[in-house]
C-alpha cells in the first residue's frame, strides 16, 4: 500500500476502507489473545494486532509511520517470540502458560529481555514501540477521512487491551506460584539420576539468550530515529501524500525532539491506558488470581465467542474448505467417475464388447450358417438388381 501511495491518495474510499480495515484488525485480534494460554499464541494474536495498527496508519497517510512501526515492531516482537521459545525450552516443550509461573528467578536474562519487549510492545515512553505506536495513534487522531472517528476508538482502546495482554503473559509466565512440575534428569541410556529428584528449570544456553540481548537494544533505541523517518523525508519520492491528508507533516510542525514527545505522552491518553492495562494485568494476575475465572464464567459467552476467534475458523472451515471439498467430490463423481471412467474408458469398452457379441454371432464356425448366409445376400442382391431395371 505504501508503495502504491500515489493511486491511493486519489481515492478517499480507498484509504477510509483500508483504515477501518487496520483498526477493526488491531482491536479485535487484541481481544482474542486476552484469552489465549498458549504463550506463543499470545504472542501471535499480537502481531496480528500489530499489523492492524500499520494498516491504520497506512489508510490515514501515515505511510511513514505504518513503515516505521514495522521497524520497531520487527525487533520487540522477534524478541518477545525468541523469548517464549527460551521457555519453552526450559520447560520441555510446554506452551502453556496455566503450568508456568515463578520463572523469573530460574530465568534472569530471558525474564529481563522479554520485559523490554513487553515494555515496549505496550508503548510505554522511551522503548521502541511507544514512538511509532504514539505517531500511529496521533496520525488517526488527525485524519479528516470517513471513519477516521471509529479508527481511533479502536487503536486507542487497543492500547489499554495490548498492555493488559502483554503483562498477562509475563505475569503469567514469570510471576507468582510455580505452577510447572520439575522433570526428572535421565542419562543417555535413559536411566534416571542416583537420587531420582526431579530437575527445576534453568536459563537457556547462551545460543538462545544472546539474540535476545541483541534484540533488546534496538526494542529500546530503534524507536529514537522517528524524527528523520517520519519528518525529516527519509522515503524521499517514494511516498506521495497530498496536501489535505498530509497528517504527518502537521505533526511534523509540532515535533520538537524524542525527549519532548516522551514528556508530552505522559500526559496523554495513550499512556494512561498502557498503565491501566499493565496494572488490571497486575491485579487480576499476580494480586486476586481468582478473579480471572470468575469472570471468565460471568462473561461466558464473550469469552466462548473469543475463544473460538469469532468463529472464522469455523466459518471458512464450512464454507471454504468445505465448499472446495463439495466442489472436488462433485469433480470426482461427476466428472471423472461418471464421464471419463463412465462413458470414455468403460462406455469404450462396453461399445466394443457389444460390437463383438454381433460379430460372435456372424462368425460361428458353422458352414450352414455361412452357406445361408451368402443365400441370403445374393437373394438381397438380385432384389436390388430388379428393382433399379
Same mark, same amino acid.
Given at each position: 500500500?505504501?508503495?502504491?501511495?500515489?493511486?491511493?491518495?486519489?481515492?478517499?474510499?480507498?484509504?477510509?476502507?483500508?483504515?477501518?480495515?487496520?483498526?477493526? /484488525?488491531?482491536?479485535?485480534?487484541?481481544?482474542?489473545?486476552?484469552?489465549?494460554?498458549?504463550?506463543? @499464541?499470545?504472542?501471535?494474536?499480537?502481531?496480528?494486532?500489530?499489523?492492524?495498527?500499520?494498516?491504520?496508519?497506512?489508510?490515514?497517510? &501515515?505511510?511513514a509511520a505504518g513503515?516505521?512501526?514495522?521497524?520497531?515492531?520487527?525487533?520487540?516482537?522477534?524478541l518477545l517470540f525468541?523469548?517464549?521459545?527460551?521457555?519453552?525450552?526450559?520447560? $520441555?516443550?510446554?506452551?502453556?502458560? @496455566?503450568?508456568?509461573?515463578?520463572? #523469573?528467578?530460574?530465568?534472569? !536474562?530471558?525474564?529481563?529481555?522479554?520485559?523490554?519487549?513487553?515494555?515496549?510492545?505496550?508503548?510505554? +515512553?522511551?522503548?521502541?514501540?511507544?514512538?511509532?505506536?504514539?505517531?500511529?495513534?496521533?496520525?488517526?487522531?488527525?485524519?479528516?477521512?470517513?471513519?477516521?472517528?471509529? &479508527?481511533?476508538?479502536?487503536?486507542?482502546?487497543?492500547?489499554?487491551?495490548?498492555?493488559?495482554?502483554?503483562? @498477562?503473559?509475563?505475569?503469567?509466565?514469570?510471576?507468582?506460584?510455580?505452577?510447572? &512440575? &520439575?522433570?526428572?534428569?535421565?542419562?543417555?541410556?535413559?536411566?534416571?539420576?542416583? $537420587?531420582?529428584?526431579?530437575?527445576?528449570? $534453568?536459563?537457556?544456553?547462551?545460543?538462545?539468550?544472546?539474540?535476545?540481548?541483541?534484540?533488546?537494544?534496538?526494542?529500546?533505541? !530503534?524507536? %529514537?530515529?522517528?524524527?528523520?523517518?517520519?519528518?525529516?523525508?527519509?522515503?524521499?519520492?517514494?511516498?506521495?501524500?497530498?496536501?489535505?491528508?498530509?497528517?504527518?507533516?502537521?505533526?511534523?510542525?509540532?515535533?520538537?525532539?524524542?525527549?519532548?514527545?516522551?514528556?508530552?505522552?505522559?500526559?496523554? %491518553? +495513550?499512556?494512561?491506558?498502557?498503565?491501566?492495562?499493565?496494572? *488490571?494485568?497486575?491485579?487480576?494476575?499476580?494480586?486476586?488470581?481468582?478473579?480471572?475465572? #470468575?469472570? @471468565? #464464567?460471568?462473561?461466558?459467552?464473550?469469552?466462548?465467542?473469543?475463544?473460538?476467534?469469532?468463529?472464522?475458523?469455523?466459518?471458512?472451515?464450512?464454507?471454504?474448505?468445505?465448499?472446495a471439498r463439495l466442489?472436488?467430490?462433485?469433480?470426482?463423481?461427476?466428472?471423472?467417475?461418471?464421464? !471419463?471412467?463412465?462413458?470414455?474408458?468403460?462406455? *469404450?469398452?462396453?461399445?466394443?464388447? %457389444?460390437?463383438?457379441?454381433?460379430?460372435?454371432?456372424?462368425?460361428?464356425?458353422? !458352414?450352414?450358417?455361412?452357406?445361408? /448366409?451368402?443365400?441370403?445376400?445374393?437373394?438381397?442382391?438380385?432384389?436390388? %438388381?430388379?428393382?433399379?431395371?
Open positions: 500500500v505504501a508503495r502504491m501511495s500515489h493511486l491511493f491518495e486519489l481515492s478517499e474510499a480507498a484509504l477510509s476502507f483500508v483504515m477501518v480495515i487496520g483498526a477493526i /484488525t488491531a482491536l479485535f485480534m487484541a481481544l482474542v489473545a486476552i484469552v489465549q494460554t498458549d504463550i506463543k @499464541r499470545v504472542v501471535a494474536y499480537s502481531t496480528l494486532s500489530q499489523l492492524g495498527y500499520m494498516t491504520v496508519a497506512l489508510g490515514a497517510s &501515515a505511510y513503515m516505521f512501526h514495522l521497524v520497531t515492531h520487527a525487533f520487540f516482537k522477534a525468541l523469548g517464549a521459545g527460551s521457555v519453552i525450552i526450559a520447560l $520441555h516443550h510446554e506452551q502453556d502458560m @496455566r503450568k508456568m509461573g515463578g520463572l #523469573r528467578k530460574f530465568m534472569p !536474562i530471558t525474564y529481563a529481555t522479554m520485559m523490554v519487549g513487553a515494555l515496549a510492545s505496550a508503548g510505554i +515512553p522511551g522503548f521502541a514501540g511507544f514512538f511509532s505506536k504514539d505517531a500511529i495513534i496521533e496520525a488517526v487522531q488527525l485524519s479528516h477521512l470517513p471513519g477516521s472517528a471509529f &479508527a481511533y476508538f479502536c487503536v486507542l482502546s487497543c492500547v489499554f487491551v495490548t498492555a493488559f495482554y502483554t503483562f @498477562r503473559l509475563m505475569f503469567m509466565t514469570f510471576h507468582g506460584a510455580e505452577r510447572f &512440575a &520439575a522433570h526428572e534428569h535421565h542419562d543417555e541410556q535413559g536411566r534416571a539420576d542416583a $537420587h531420582g529428584q526431579g530437575h527445576p528449570p $534453568h536459563e537457556s544456553p547462551a545460543v538462545v539468550t544472546g539474540p535476545l540481548i541483541v534484540l533488546a537494544i534496538p526494542s529500546v533505541c !530503534i524507536g %529514537w530515529w522517528i524524527g528523520p523517518v517520519l519528518f525529516g523525508g527519509y522515503f524521499g519520492d517514494a511516498i506521495v501524500v497530498s496536501g489535505p491528508h498530509d497528517v504527518l507533516g502537521e505533526m511534523g510542525r509540532e515535533f520538537h525532539g524524542v525527549m519532548a514527545m516522551m514528556l508530552h505522552a505522559l500526559g496523554t %491518553w +495513550p499512556f494512561w491506558l498502557s498503565i491501566a492495562g499493565m496494572a *488490571s494485568a497486575a491485579f487480576l494476575y499476580l494480586a486476586r488470581t481468582d478473579l480471572p475465572d #470468575r469472570l @471468565r #464464567r460471568a462473561f461466558g459467552p464473550v469469552y466462548t465467542l473469543l475463544e473460538n476467534k469469532y468463529y472464522f475458523d469455523r466459518f471458512n472451515d464450512w464454507f471454504f474448505a468445505g465448499g466442489l472436488g467430490k462433485g469433480l470426482w463423481k461427476g466428472g471423472d467417475v461418471a464421464v !471419463i471412467d463412465g462413458i470414455f474408458i468403460n462406455g *469404450s469398452a462396453r461399445l466394443v464388447g %457389444w460390437f463383438a457379441t454381433i460379430a460372435r454371432k456372424l462368425q460361428s464356425g458353422l !458352414i450352414y450358417h455361412y452357406a445361408f /448366409t451368402m443365400i441370403i445376400g445374393v437373394f438381397v442382391l438380385l432384389t436390388l %438388381w430388379f428393382a433399379r431395371s
